[in-house]
C-alpha cells in the first residue's frame, strides 16, 4: 500500500501518548454539541472519506452505551482513533456503535454482549476496549461500526486487520478499511481514523464555535413528540408513550433508541 496522507497520520497518531484514551466518564460532559475542532496538527486534508460497507445481518439497534466490550475470553484489543470531517477537522460527539462476533466467531444476537456505542470526547477521539474478534464461516476478521456525526448521515462500515489470511479471499475487505494494529504485550493495540464526508472550512474562523450541524433545537423548551433522524440537544423535551423524556447527551434519534429504550440519552421527567 503506498504511503498516504492517512498513513502518516497515523504513524504520527500512534507517537501520541495517553491522554487521548479517555473512558466513558469523559465523554459524558455538557460541552457536547458536535463542535468542529482546531485542525489536529498532525492531519492534512485531502484524505478521502471513510468508504462505507454494507450492514450484514446482525446489527442490532439499542445497544449500551460504554467504552469496555470484554467477556473474558479473547486477546485483549484497544482501538483508539479520531472522527475527522473532510477538512481534517476533529469533530466532537459523533456516535460509534461498534458490534463484532465474539472470541469464537459468534454474534449475540440476544443480549449486548460486544455491542456498544459511544461519543467521541472534546478532542473528536473514541477508544475501544475489547478483543480480537473471531473468525467465522465466510468472512476475514473484522468489526462492524457505524459512525454519525450530530444531524449528519450515518457511515455503516467495517474494520479490518492487517496480515489475515482471508483478507485475499474476502470479496467486502477492502484495504482503505485496514486499521493499524500493533502487538503489544499479550494484547494488541489498533489506530484508525475515520474521515466523514462533512465540508469543513480548511481553516477555522477563530470567533465562531463552527459546529457541523444546523442550530439545535433550543435546550429545555419542549420539541414534540419523539423522532428518528432528529438532532436532540441536552435539556430538549420530547413526549414518547405518553411520558416525558429530557435529553441528557446530544445525539441525532435512531429507530430503536426510542425514549424508553435508551436511559443513557433521555431521563423520565
Ligand atoms: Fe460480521
Known amino acids: 500500500m503506498s504511503i498516504t496522507r492517512k498513513n502518516l497520520l497515523k504513524a504520527a497518531a500512534a507517537a501520541i501518548p495517553a491522554p487521548f484514551l479517555v473512558g466513558a466518564a469523559a465523554m459524558t460532559g455538557p460541552a457536547m454539541a458536535g463542535q468542529e475542532l482546531e485542525p489536529t496538527p ?11 460497507q454494507m450492514e450484514g445481518p446482525y446489527f442490532k439497534p439499542n445497544s449500551p452505551q460504554r467504552t469496555t466490550m470484554l467477556d473474558g475470553a479473547g486477546t485483549r484489543l484497544t482501538l483508539t482513533g479520531w472522527v475527522f470531517g ?22 449475540d444476537n440476544t443480549t449486548y454482549r460486544f455491542r456498544g456505542h459511544q461519543f467521541t470526547n472534546a478532542q ?7 478483543i480480537v474478534p473471531g473468525l467465522y464461516p465466510g468472512r476475514t476478521r473484522h468489526i462492524h461500526v457505524k459512525v454519525q456525526a450530530p444531524n449528519r448521515p ?40 475515520f474521515v466523514l464526508n462533512i465540508p469543513q472550512s480548511p481553516s477555522p474562523t477563530p470567533t465562531t464555535t463552527g459546529t457541523t450541524s444546523p442550530r439545535p433545537t433550543p435546550t429545555g423548551t419542549s420539541t414534540g413528540t419523539w423522532r428518528a433522524g432528529v438532532y436532540y440537544q441536552v435539556g430538549a423535551v420530547v413526549t414518547y408513550g405518553g411520558l416525558s423524556y429530557r435529553c441528557t447527551i446530544a445525539h441525532t434519534s435512531m429507530t430503536g433508541w426510542e425514549p424508553p429504550n435508551t436511559p443513557a440519552l433521555w431521563q423520565r421527567i
Open 42 to 52: 498532525f492531519c492534512d486534508d485531502g484524505d478521502d472519506p471513510t468508504p462505507p
Open 86 to 107: 473532510l477538512g481534517c477537522r476533529a469533530i466532537s460527539n459523533v456516535l460509534l456503535d461498534f458490534w463484532m462476533a465474539d472470541n469464537g466467531g459468534n454474534y
Open 124 to 130: 473528536g477521539a473514541f477508544s475501544l476496549t475489547t
Open 154 to 193: 450515518i457511515l455503516t462500515t467495517q474494520l479490518y486487520f492487517p496480515g489475515e489470511p482471508r483478507n485475499n479471499t474476502d470479496s467486502l475487505f477492502d484495504p482503505r478499511l485496514l486499521m493499524n494494529v500493533r502487538n503489544v504485550g499479550g494484547g494488541r493495540e489498533a489506530t484508525f481514523d
